[in-house]
């Protein structure tokens, strides 16, 4: 079975900019949470999706958004980029029951110049 | 919100040497992972581990939910477990906190 994919794998941008990030779940799970990985806060919850439902939600600026489309797949948005949003953006999927566990993709890292 | 707290924060050892990392949680969880990241930065499940014990090969686990903590063995350590080690738990709110990691250097 594919492991969960992420696209792209690197991305510069410039502050002021936005920016959608993507991922694919593991074949036949319906769940796929976000996170954002930075040195000086560490891996921090942006928000999870199952069945295209937005089922919860981190304590993030509404400039963070995402989706999810009907065969699972995910995508993340970020609006007006800052220079703090430079981080290594992690996606994450499970099967969607509980409990349950989660199988990491490789990751986006952003950086924002 | 739950917290979660890892210690040591860093671990040096020598190639062959074995150590423990401990995860410490605030709250009752339904939910438990060790994860290692590599120089890369992919997440690699190590543990689903809620509760009682589990090994795999030279590395083992065990979660006493109770007492809230979980202990990460790793024995013969070998270069290649360089790292960070996160624990990660859900306390039924459909989301990982995750611990502030160990990182472990493995000399030879």
């Known amino acids: 079975k594919a492991g969960v994919t992420q696209t792209p794998r690197y991305l510069i941008k410039t502050r002021g900019q936005q920016v959608t990030l993507s991922c694919s779940p593991i074949?036949?799970?319906?769940?796929v949470s976000w996170y954002q990985q930075t040195p000086g806060q560490g891996l921090q919850f942006l928000f999870e999706?199952?069945?295209?439902?937005?089922?919860n939600k981190g304590n993030f600026p509404g400039r963070f958004s995402g989706r999810q489309f009907s065969n699972s797949r995910s995508e993340m948005n970020v609006s007006t980029l800052e220079l703090g949003d430079s981080a290594l953006y992690l996606c994450?999927?499970?099967?969607?029951?509980?409990?349950?566990?989660?199988?990491f993709g490789p990751g986006t890292r952003l950086t924002v110049t | 919100g739950i917290q979660v707290e890892q210690s040591p924060p860093d671990l040096i050892l020598q190639e062959g040497a074995n150590s423990t990392l401990r995860c410490n949680f605030s709250?009752?969880?339904?939910?438990l992972q060790w994860f290692h990241q590599n120089p890369w930065g992919q997440l690699i499940n190590l543990f689903y581990?809620?509760?009682g014990t589990k090994q795999n090969g030279r590395l083992s686990a065990t979660t006493v939910a109770t007492e809230r903590y979980s202990l990460l063995y790793i024995s013969s350590s070998q270069t290649t477990d360089s790292g960070v080690y996160f624990c990660?738990?859900?306390?039924?709110?459909?989301?990982?906190?995750f611990g502030p990691g160990t990182r472990l250097s493995v000399l030879p």
């Open positions: 074949s036949g799970h319906r769940s």
């Open positions: 709250d009752s969880v339904n939910n």
């Open positions: 990660a738990v859900d306390n039924y709110g459909q989301n990982f906190v």
């Open positions: 994450a999927s499970s099967p969607g029951g509980v409990p349950y566990e989660q199988y």
């Open positions: 999706y199952f069945s295209e439902t937005q089922r």
């Open positions: 581990i809620p509760s």
